[in-house]
């Protein structure tokens, strides 16, 4: 992904070592990074124990939330694609024990599209 791309907020994938290598401090023992997404500063990551979302705040960064949600505490989510003059998907994730949705925008069709089947393969009852 080029600097522009990240600056101008697109999603992209990234690759399990570079995010491994982000959250070293996060992860627990045997824990493996599967897939992972950049969102300006922000990152989506899919382990094999949980859905991470990192939100890094302030200016620098340096402030950092981790939101741990193991994929059985997702009963539902929703997403909206990018139109022509509204470049900005959307993903609702619904999560058991909160009132609202927890809202992701993110600014990729790919991307978008990319996650929807990650969360599917996580959260469908396996038959």
Same mark, same amino acid.
């Given at each position: 992904?080029?600097? $522009?791309? =990240? ?6 994938? #990234? ?21 992972? $997404? #950049? !969102?300006? *500063?922000?990152? +989506? @990551? ?7 979302? @990192?939100? &890094?705040?302030?200016?620098?960064? &340096? *402030?950092?939330? %981790?939101?741990? +949600?193991? %994929?059985?505490?997702? %009963?539902? $989510? ?6 022509? $003059? ?7 994730? %619904? ?6 949705? *927890?809202?992701?925008?993110? &600014? ?9 089947? !990650?969360? +599917?393969? =996580? #959260?469908?009852? &396996?038959?």
């Amino acid at each position: 992904m080029s600097l $522009f791309s =990240r600056l101008v907020g697109d999603a992209s994938e #990234i690759s399990p070592e570079e995010a491994k290598e982000e959250l070293q401090n996060v992860l627990v023992e045997d824990e493996e990074v599967e897939a992972s $997404f #950049i !969102l300006i *500063r922000d990152l +989506i @990551v899919f382990t094999s124990l949980r859905l991470l979302l @990192v939100d &890094k705040q302030g200016i620098t960064g &340096k *402030r950092t939330e %981790y939101l741990s +949600i193991p %994929y059985q505490s997702i %009963y539902q $989510f929703s997403i909206t694609t990018a139109g022509h $003059f509204d470049i900005d998907s959307e993903l609702l994730l %619904y999560i058991a024990g909160s009132n609202e949705p *927890r809202k992701i925008e993110i &600014k990729s069709g790919d991307a978008i599209l990319k996650i929807q089947k !990650l969360l +599917i393969t =996580r #959260i469908s009852p &396996k038959g």
